[in-house]
């Protein structure tokens, strides 16, 4: 059974920093590309950024681009995002997703495992 179960999230104030973390069970994990989703109150969930299987390219999101950082480590079975420069917009709940089928998407419907998500709030 596939499991993805993020930690990290919480209550920060603007300017500070969090990291995420999503630790993946049941498959393997050096095969998938994994990306972070998030999903604010009464939006839908967007793509924030992605990393290939092996760690060599990621890709962000404009709204992130400079302030986030996604990274893994396959012998930990771990993807990680790094949060730096918080805004109140970035308030959602963040998602991990798991893609074997290619090298890493921007599109929801390409990622076959998702995690529970892990709530960030930042205050202003």
């Known amino acids: 059974q596939v499991q993805l179960v993020e930690s990290g999230g919480g209550l920060v104030q603007a300017g500070g920093s969090l990291r995420l973390s999503c630790a993946a069970s049941?498959?393997?994990?050096?095969?998938?590309?994994m990306a972070w989703f998030r999903q604010a109150p009464g939006k839908e969930r967007e793509f924030v950024a992605v990393?290939?299987?092996?760690?060599?390219?990621?890709y962000y999101a404009d709204s992130v681009k400079g302030r986030f950082t996604i990274s893994r480590d396959n012998a930990k079975n771990t993807v990680y995002l790094q949060m730096n420069s918080l805004k109140p917009e970035d308030t959602a709940v963040y998602y991990c997703?798991?893609?074997?089928?290619?090298?890493?998407?921007?599109?929801?419907?390409?990622?076959?495992?998702w995690g529970q998500g892990t709530q960030v709030t930042v205050s202003s």
């Open positions: 990393i290939d299987r092996i760690g060599g390219y990621t």
């Open positions: 997703a798991a893609d074997r089928t290619g090298p890493g998407s921007t599109r929801r419907d390409e990622y076959e495992h």
């Open positions: 049941g498959l393997t994990f050096s095969v998938y590309a």
